[in-house]
């Protein structure tokens, strides 16, 4: 398919630093609408809708990065995130800067840590 629509193929070794980076970057591209957050409170916020979410139990994640991307919103008594990655925020910006317009934001706190990136 690739080559049928003149694209360039090329790949990443896995013992290349950037391999995972990479896939998380290539993910991002079609889920940069999901992604959150970690604020001083210790939840998260989902960026643009403000949403505040927990990550769910069952993800393999045993930290609290900044910043994650994330497959599933989980409603039970609470609002959960699953099969949760970490990102760095600037891959945001690069994913979709139509949809990352900062003079959009309502949360001048999201906004405020992008323009640092």
């Known amino acids: 398919m690739a080559v049928k629509q003149g694209l360039e193929m090329s790949s990443t070794s896995p013992n290349d630093g950037e391999f995972y980076d990479n896939i998380k970057r290539c993910l991002l591209s079609g889920f940069f609408m999901q992604s959150a957050h970690l604020e001083r409170a210790g939840h998260y916020l989902t960026l643009k809708d403000d949403q505040v979410v927990m990550i769910h139990p069952s993800t ?58």
């Open 60 to 117: 393999s994640i045993d930290s609290k990065p900044s910043w994650v991307m994330y497959n599933e919103f989980v409603l039970t008594t609470k609002n959960y995130i699953r099969t949760v990655t970490v990102i760095k925020p600037e891959w945001l910006l690069e994913a979709s800067p139509e949809y990352f317009d900062l003079d959009e934001f309502k949360n001048t706190e999201y906004k405020k840590k992008l323009e640092r990136v």
